[in-house]
């Protein structure tokens, strides 16, 4: 998709449309697993069910958002590191200082644990990038922006 598209009201919309078909999908799976747990088999069989057809809602969400004809490996590598740059040197600080402000130790180790994990799928999807040859302008710029992150401290080196 261009960037123009990417800025447009439906390109977002997209993107909350597949966030929340996606949460569903993971919500309706744990609630499954609840509603089997307290022993009600028909309501987890009907939670599971529409699980599965939202994770069909959130792919035809993707297919628009990331259209096959204009995907390459580098891009879907490129798109990842994306997200968990942003994850891990963004979000997670952010959220886990905030917890820590309002004494939510739990949340709080939660988030640094995933945080420190979405570093780790960065470290991946960087190493299987630079597989694709050439360390692009791209790379280049998320490998200088964890530099960054890295100085500030937002992260821990692994
Ligand atoms: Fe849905
Ligand atoms: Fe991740």
Known sequence: MTNSKNNTKTFKNLESAFAGESMA???YLYFAKL????GEVEIAKLFEDTANQETGHAFSHLELLYPKKEMTVEKLLEIAME???YECTVMYPGFESE???EGQLEASHEFKDQGQESSQHFELFTKAAKRFGVLKKVEKRHADKY???LK???LTPM
């Open 25 to 27: 999908n993971r919500k």
């Open 35 to 38: 509603a089997s747990e307290l």
């Open 83 to 85: 997200g968990e740059l």
């Open 99 to 101: 917890a820590i402000q």
């Open 147 to 149: 530099k960054e992150a």
């Open 152 to 154: 500030t401290k937002l």
